[in-house]
């Protein structure tokens, strides 16, 4: 089945009781038994849902993975993964990272005695010049939140196998649209469902995928046992989401590409990141792993202020001043004072988070509309 077609089909089925096409809302917590014991597969909803169980089978159809597992939130669903690790163990991460993702690393797990490094993997070699045998996990997120730098994920797994080590991928940028990274050896896929799967900004979600039996058996151990489990109406509203995956990540390429393209040549602006640019520094590896460069653009202004940003980012209309991407309707952001406003100034300068950086999340709005919008806010 491709793509399109597995987002519509894979894993669901009509309802077997009354034929329902939709995958109905299982809201209840507990079912009916026979007997002690003598159940349909359903016991306690903390533990299985028929709706979320349909919703986790066609995430891990997308993903060319085996077992798909849902979270209330994509930060449950890393600290699940987490929940792997032991006292000693070692994780290297890319740098240039979630700030929820930093967060629950080094304010929450690294109390347990659980090592971290932060390396700007784009070079390869910073990971392997810190490998060693207590590295548990290497921790990618390509492309990374708010530079668009991209990891070269099947280089990534090679080092994680040389040392024995599990190698997860914070998808939720790219989605399997753009990339599949067990294809590329990765050993479990993350994704803050709230983004572009769910993609209409209407709910919280979070998710991880495998395919090796011995570690699904793990993590759904761990999710039953701490039970950060979404409820069925979350899960219908993102199953029924992901049923236009497809054309939404085409036309947030589509219009990405556009309005990358046209920043580029505006005299205020310094400079735009975006992976699909030749001139991108990891443009080779972005082409080789990616199928197309997705929705996501960042830019700075010649003017390096806050104040010249705050010119751009208070002006729009369309592109609406908020946290969050990958919904349906274009989002504008200012990561120096919001998403990575807890980072020291001159760390965050070191990556790249000037003043002026603006975000993008492009929507699947007419371009020509978001382009006056822009023109208008620069202007
Ligand atoms: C939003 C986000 C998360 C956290 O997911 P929540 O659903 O907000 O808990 C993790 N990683 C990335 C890249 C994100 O954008």
Sequence with gaps: MKFGTKTIHAGLEPDPSTGAIMTPIFQTSTYVQAAPGDHKGYEYSRTHNPTRHALENNL?????????????????????????????????????????????????????????????????????????????LIWVETPTNPMMNIIDIAGAAAIAKQYNAMLAVDNTF???????????????????????????????????????????????????????????????????????????????????????????????????????????????????QMRDFGGMVSFTLKENTIAAANQVLTKTHLFALAESLGGVESLIGHPATMTHASIPKEEREKTGVLDSLIRLSVGIEDVDDLIADLEAALG
């Design 174 to 288: 790219a989605t399997p649209y753009l990339q599949t990274p067990l294809d590329l050896g990765a050993d479990v896929v993350m994704h803050s469902v709230t983004k572009y799967l769910g993609g209409h900004s209407d709910v919280v979600m979070g998710a991880l995928v495998a395919k090796d039996d011995a570690l699904a058996e793990k993590l759904y151990f761990l999710q039953n046992a701490a039970g950060a489990v979404p409820g069925p109406q979350d899960c219908f509203l993102v199953l029924r989401g992901i049923k236009t995956l497809h054309i939404r990540m085409q036309r947030h390429c589509e219009n990405g590409r556009i309005i990358a393209e046209w920043l580029k040549k505006q005299p205020k602006v310094a400079k735009v990141n975006w992976p699909g640019f030749p001139e991108h520094p990891n443009h080779e590896v972005a082409k080789k």
């Design 60 to 136: 891990a159809a997308l993903e060319n993975g085996k077992y798909g597992l849902c979270f209330g939130s994509g930060m449950a669903a890393i600290d699940c993964l987490l929940k792997l690790l032991l006292p000693g163990d070692e994780v290297i991460s890319t740098s240039d990272l979630y700030g929820g993702s930093y967060r629950l690393f080094t304010k929450v797990y690294a109390k347990y005695g659980i090592k971290f490094h932060f390396v700007p993997m784009a070079d390869l070699s910073t990971i392997t010049a810190l490998a060693n045998s207590n590295t548990k």
